[in-house]
């Protein structure tokens, strides 16, 4: 299946099981221009035209199947309540499946009712056996509470569906504990509450008959890696109880879902991914912003020293910052866009990649909407991970409702949030794979109506290589979700969690899968664990502290210090860049500035204040090699995968005008080292042939870490990540590799995969970085092939010239 084939508008309101009784009332399609004609009066407002692809969707016709034999008339009859006729074929075949007692995973486009597939087979059972129960695991807490609207609406008698989350009041948890038949949380609350909690539970736990596992794809790296131990440990508890569920999976489309379900379950997973649905038709515009004036976009370098650290010297040269573009920033671009869409009366979803980007954009969109109708910016908002609950459901409620005509949204709006009445997305920045591509693009053009979707394009290389090619996009198959049970940092900790559970024994091994034994060892070397006849036991009284999202520790909250009143939270693992003191920090629209970050508290002070200025942190990153696992000899050039250490630590910010983009300042900051112990790919050239190459000795750490740049950007296209989860080094002389080196390694602790993944693929990732860099139009390189946005060292030295002729070197020598 290609991405091209995705379902961005399935259906009739009839069969749109994605949506909730209020989003079907209020939220029919838009009153705004056809897609292609609001395409066009966007497109008019510049004297360059945007556009460098269009791309039409064909409307599809649904094929419609029978509904089971089993599925009982008073099951039928509520669907029918709520406008379903019939199961679309793929719904059926996964219900039939599930029914059997087959593990099964439905694999089809966005909005296509995957919902069904597996709302089908469990209330068919909680209605034939009084005694079953179903659990439901969603990603996120919005979708959970989607999910518990649409099961409430079939009002089917003695279901009790609830959700039981991290927001659940305290009074609620023992009656859900004892009387609901179909609980609705996320993997955070399983691993958190409800396995240590298993005696509680045990009653739930001994009748569960089916586990759900909604939007499954979302689970990669570290996390969807920590979420098949999860999933583990529940099957462990749910055996010692006598209880064998079926688990069915729910996935947007991807590659080889089969593979993934087993890997994420430790299951034989059936797949079904012929898609079935209608689907309207959709206009998919890719917009390349344009270029600035060069006094606009032009800024003086910052010299290694002014941001370094003497432990790493200037050739070594890490990658994470931010970084004044040349190009129309996409967040202005989206800002605009989003504006002229709402202004048109069309209802629009606008995705940014991070938080502050979703803030920006809402602001901006804001501000322009109100300077043209005065109150109009009021229908504009932001949405994001880090509100509190009382935030997120007014939010989800006034959008549902129709009281917000634009959101811009982080991708806690990606997954199957019903938003039934959308007429436009923009994704700001290419998401970083595919899956969430289509995904994204599928939010609008609900109940059969016709959508568009615009991808705004960033100042990046991998953005800039796809606006440009974009059979990468529309001709290219889905990604395969990437994630590693085996690796020993996850594990150890989720054998740990398991033994504090029930005492491990040597059947369990075999169900924690290759490495459980060893991790275990390692456990009782430690202490933690202790070997009796019996088993391994627990040793200590606290729980171990298991952080499944890999956030880098406990949320820091974000508090007024005038009112001590709590903004949000921004996760651990983002502090330091976020929240360091000086930091400009936005919510909602208003702006603070932090005065102080305890981290051993978890708490960050802040004061509201519109300052002119934005702030970026910068790092420096040095890195060791720890072992090598594999390596290729291909001559003077070495292609290699193994663990590194990598040390880095925030070390200043910058204070840039907001207005210019020009540098006020550079502050220093006093902020702990932060470890990490991962997986790289690296690969080094002996220095007879980069002079061969005609690279001059001076040009050599200029032209790696151009290299490195473009290469961290164009590794999306190989692996189910983006350039935020993976960082990189280059440096003329390594003193573990005693050559010239550009190492790209993994930024989850004991890798996530994705290194693994450039590894096995090296050839066609490096040509695809070589041909990003040559192609583009810059005469010494841009943030469109070789500048970072995150660079630490303010993207200087780079060479991009000399970058072309250093992986010529590479793919003459590697192996394809």
Same mark, same amino acid.
């Given at each position: 299946?290609?991405?091209?084939?995705f379902?961005?508008?399935?259906?009739?309101?009839?069969?749109?099981? $994605?949506?909730?009784?209020?989003?079907?009332?209020?939220?029919?399609?838009?009153?705004?221009?056809?897609?292609?004609?609001?395409?066009?009066?966007?497109?008019?407002?510049?004297?360059?035209?945007?556009?460098?692809?269009?791309?039409?969707v064909?409307?599809?016709?649904?094929?419609?199947?029978?509904?089971p034999?089993?599925?009982?008339?008073?099951?039928?009859?509520?669907? =029918?309540?709520?406008?379903?006729? #019939?199961p679309?074929?793929?719904q059926?075949?996964?219900?039939?499946?599930?029914?059997?007692?087959?593990?099964?995973?439905?694999a089809?486009?966005?909005?296509?009712? &995957?919902?069904?597939?597996?709302?089908?087979?469990?209330?068919?059972?909680?209605?034939?056996?009084?005694?079953?129960?179903?659990?439901?695991?969603?990603?996120?807490?919005?979708?959970?509470?989607?999910?518990l609207? #649409?099961? =409430?609406?079939?009002?089917?008698e003695?279901?009790?569906?609830?959700?039981y989350?991290?927001?659940?009041p305290?009074?609620?948890?023992?009656?859900?504990? &004892?009387?609901?038949?179909?609980? +609705?949380?996320?993997?955070?609350?399983?691993?958190?509450?409800?396995?240590?909690?298993?005696?509680?539970?045990?009653?739930f736990?001994?009748?569960?008959?089916?586990v759900?596992?909604?939007?499954?794809?979302?689970?990669r %790296?570290?996390?969807?890696?920590?979420?098949?131990?999860?999933?583990?440990?529940?099957?462990?508890?749910?055996?010692?109880?006598?209880?064998?569920?079926?688990?069915?999976?729910?996935?947007?489309?991807?590659g080889?879902?089969?593979?993934? *379900?087993?890997?994420?379950?430790?299951?034989?997973?059936?797949?079904?991914?012929?898609?079935?649905s209608?689907?309207? *038709?959709?206009?998919?515009?890719?917009?390349?912003?344009?270029?600035?004036?060069?006094?606009?976009?032009? /800024?003086?370098?910052?010299?290694?020293?002014?941001i370094?650290?003497? !432990?790493?010297?200037?050739?070594?040269?890490?990658?994470?910052?931010?970084?004044?573009?040349?190009?129309? !920033?996409?967040?202005?671009?989206?800002?605009?866009?989003? /504006?002229?869409?709402?202004?048109?009366?069309?209802?629009?979803?606008?995705?940014?990649?991070?938080? &502050?980007?979703?803030?920006?954009?809402?602001?901006?969109?804001?501000?322009s909407?109100?300077?043209?109708?005065?109150?109009?910016?009021?229908?504009?908002?932001?949405?994001?991970?880090?509100?509190?609950?009382?935030?997120?459901?007014?939010?989800?409620?006034?959008?549902?409702?129709?009281?917000?005509?634009?959101?811009? !949204?982080t991708?806690a709006?990606?997954?199957?949030?019903?938003?039934?009445?959308l007429?436009?997305?923009?994704?700001?920045?290419?998401?970083?794979?595919?899956?969430?591509?289509?995904?994204?693009?599928?939010?609008? *053009?609900?109940?059969?109506?016709?959508?568009? =979707?615009?991808?705004?394009?960033?100042?990046?290389?991998?953005?800039?290589?796809?606006?440009?090619?974009?059979?990468?996009?529309?001709?290219?198959?889905?990604?395969?979700?990437?994630?590693?049970?085996a690796?020993?940092?996850?594990?150890?900790?989720?054998?740990a969690?398991?033994?504090?559970?029930?005492?491990?024994?040597?059947?369990?091994?075999?169900?924690?899968?290759?490495?459980?034994k060893?991790?275990?060892?390692?456990?009782?070397?430690a202490? @933690?664990?202790?070997?009796?006849?019996?088993?391994?036991?627990?040793?200590?009284?606290e729980?171990?502290?298991?952080?499944?999202?890999? $956030? *880098?520790? /406990?949320?820091?909250?974000?508090?007024?210090?005038?009112?001590?009143?709590?903004?949000?939270?921004?996760?651990?693992?983002?502090s330091?860049?976020?929240?360091?003191?000086?930091?400009?920090h936005l919510?909602? %629209?208003?702006?603070?500035?932090?005065?102080?970050?305890?981290?051993?508290?978890?708490?960050?002070?802040?004061?509201?204040?519109?300052?002119?200025?934005s702030?970026?942190?910068?790092?420096?990153?040095?890195?060791?090699?720890?072992?090598?696992?594999?390596?290729?000899?291909?001559?003077?050039?070495?292609?290699?995968?193994?663990?590194?250490?990598?040390?880095?630590?925030?070390?200043?910010?910058?204070?840039?005008?907001?207005?210019?983009?020009?540098?006020?300042?550079?502050?220093p900051?006093?902020?702990?080292?932060?470890?990490?112990?991962?997986? #790289?790919v690296?690969?080094?050239?002996?220095p007879?042939?980069?002079?061969?190459?005609?690279?001059?000795?001076?040009?050599?750490p200029?032209?790696?870490?151009?290299a490195?740049?473009a290469?961290?950007?164009? +590794?999306?296209?190989?692996?189910?990540?983006?350039?935020?989860?993976?960082?990189?080094? !280059?440096?003329?002389?390594?003193?573990d590799?005693?050559?010239?080196?550009?190492?790209?390694?993994?930024?989850?602790?004991?890798? @996530?995969?994705f290194?693994?993944?450039?590894?096995?693929? /090296?050839?066609?990732?490096?040509?695809?970085?070589?041909?990003?860099?040559?192609?583009?139009?810059?005469?010494?390189?841009?943030p469109?092939?070789?500048?970072?946005? &995150?660079? %630490?060292?303010?993207?200087?030295?780079?060479s991009?010239?000399?970058?072309?002729?250093?992986?010529?070197?590479?793919?003459?020598?590697?192996?394809?």
């Open positions: 299946m290609t991405s091209n084939d379902s961005s508008a399935q259906g009739t309101p009839r069969h749109d099981l $994605e949506s909730s009784p209020a989003a079907t009332v209020s939220a029919g399609p838009g009153s705004g221009p056809a897609p292609e004609d609001l395409l066009r009066r966007l497109r008019d407002r510049g004297a360059a035209d945007p556009v460098t692809h269009v791309e039409r064909p409307a599809r016709a649904g094929v419609p199947a029978p509904w034999p089993w599925a009982p008339a008073e099951l039928r009859a509520a669907f =029918a309540r709520r406008g379903v006729v #019939a679309w074929q793929h059926a075949e996964a219900a039939n499946l599930a029914y059997e007692g087959q593990h099964v995973v439905v089809t486009g966005t909005a296509s009712g &995957k919902s069904l597939a597996y709302q089908l087979p469990a209330l068919a059972t909680l209605l034939a056996d009084p005694r079953a129960t179903v659990l439901y695991l969603a990603p996120t807490k919005a979708l959970a509470a989607d999910q609207r #649409a099961v =409430a609406a079939l009002e089917l003695g279901v009790r569906p609830a959700c989350d991290g927001d659940t305290r009074a609620e948890r023992e009656w859900i504990r &004892k009387h609901s038949r179909f609980v +609705l949380t996320n993997p955070d609350m399983l691993h958190h509450g409800i396995l240590p909690g298993h005696a509680q539970w045990s009653g736990l001994r009748r569960l008959a089916y759900v596992i909604d939007e499954c794809h979302t689970y %790296g570290v996390f969807g890696s920590h979420v098949a131990h999860v999933l583990r440990r529940l099957r462990r508890q749910c055996a010692r109880f006598g209880a064998t569920p079926v688990f069915v999976l729910a996935s947007a489309t991807s080889d879902p089969a593979t993934t *379900g087993g890997r994420l379950t430790g299951l034989p997973v059936t797949a079904v991914t012929e898609d079935a209608p689907r309207g *038709g959709v206009t998919f515009a890719l917009w390349e912003p344009p270029l600035l004036p060069p006094e606009a976009g032009s /800024a003086a370098p910052v010299p290694p020293q002014a370094g650290s003497p !432990s790493v010297p200037p050739q070594a040269i890490g990658e994470h910052d931010d970084l004044r573009q040349v190009r129309r !920033s996409a967040l202005r671009e989206t800002a605009d866009l989003l /504006a002229d869409t709402v202004a048109e009366g069309v209802r629009t979803l606008a995705f940014v990649r991070s938080r &502050k980007g979703a803030e920006v954009v809402a602001a901006n969109a804001r501000r909407l109100d300077e043209a109708v005065p109150g109009l910016g009021d229908r504009v908002a932001a949405y994001r991970g880090g509100y509190l609950r009382e935030e997120r459901r007014e939010l989800e409620r006034a959008l549902l409702h129709g009281d917000l005509l634009g959101l811009a !949204s991708n709006l990606e997954l199957g949030v019903d938003l039934v009445g007429d436009a997305v923009l994704i700001c920045g290419y998401p970083g794979t595919r899956a969430s591509l289509w995904q994204q693009a599928g939010r609008a *053009g609900r109940s059969g109506q016709e959508a568009l =979707a615009v991808l705004v394009a960033r100042d990046d290389p991998l953005d800039t290589y796809l606006v440009h090619h974009p059979e990468a996009i529309f001709g290219a198959p889905v990604e395969a979700t990437v994630l590693d049970p690796n020993p940092y996850v594990l150890a900790p989720q054998l969690c398991a033994a504090v559970e029930a005492p491990l024994t040597p059947a369990d091994l075999a169900l924690f899968g290759d490495g459980a060893e991790a275990v060892d390692e456990l009782v070397a202490g @933690a664990l202790r070997q009796r006849p019996t088993g391994w036991y627990w040793r200590h009284r729980r171990p502290e298991v952080d499944l999202r890999g $956030e *880098g520790g /406990a949320p820091v909250c974000v508090v007024e210090s005038s009112t001590g009143r709590l903004l949000g939270t921004v996760d651990g693992g983002s330091h860049f976020l929240l360091h003191p000086g930091a400009v919510h909602q %629209g208003v702006s603070y500035v932090v005065d102080d970050l305890d981290l051993a508290d978890g708490c960050a002070l802040v004061h509201a204040e519109e300052p002119d200025w702030t970026h942190a910068r790092d420096v990153t040095d890195l060791s090699v720890v072992s090598v696992r594999s390596y290729v000899d291909a001559g003077p050039v070495g292609m290699f995968l193994g663990e590194v250490d990598v040390t880095s630590q925030v070390v200043s910010y910058q204070r840039r005008r907001i207005a210019t983009g020009e540098v006020i300042d550079t502050r900051l006093d902020l702990p080292t932060r470890e990490l112990r991962t997986v #790289a690296w690969f080094t050239l002996s007879q042939s980069l002079a061969l190459a005609g690279v001059q000795p001076a040009d050599v200029g032209a790696l870490h151009a490195e740049h290469a961290i950007g164009l +590794l999306p296209l190989m692996a189910t990540c983006d350039r935020w989860d993976i960082g990189g080094l !280059s440096t003329a002389v390594h003193p590799t005693e050559a010239p080196t550009v190492f790209v390694y993994d930024g989850q602790p004991g890798g @996530a995969g290194a693994e993944r450039a590894y096995g693929t /090296a050839s066609a990732w490096l040509r695809a970085t070589r041909d990003a860099i040559a192609e583009c139009g810059c005469e010494t390189g841009c469109s092939c070789v500048q970072s946005p &995150k660079c %630490g060292n303010g993207n200087n030295p780079l991009k010239p000399d970058a072309i002729r250093v992986l010529d070197v590479v793919l003459a020598n590697l192996p394809d």
